[in-house]
């Protein structure tokens, strides 16, 4: 048995969009700034994630750029052709649960405003 999963926390570089398919599945695809450290310098890796149905859906309610998350998942890789036919591979990580990882406070700032406070 092979095992594939990827655990990762960051924040966000941008506000997440939901998108429908042509089946009207929600999907949306966004990336996460992952520090790392190199020696003595800070370095970040900028990862790519993609999150469907109900999971979509709550990513683009709830999290916005700058917010820390978590994401648990598996990485994916496909090839698809670009506009001048070049072949090309792009890896990321199909989010199979998503986290706050940001202070309570921020979590608790985010349910007043959708509750209208």
Known sequence: KMLNKAILMGRLTADPELRHTQNNISVTSFTLAVDRTFGQDQQA????????RNTAELVCKWFCKGMQMAVCGRIQTRTWEDKQGNKRKSVEVVANEVYFADRKKGLEDSLREEDGE
């Open 45 to 52: 890796d900028f990862i790519d994630i993609v999150a469907w």
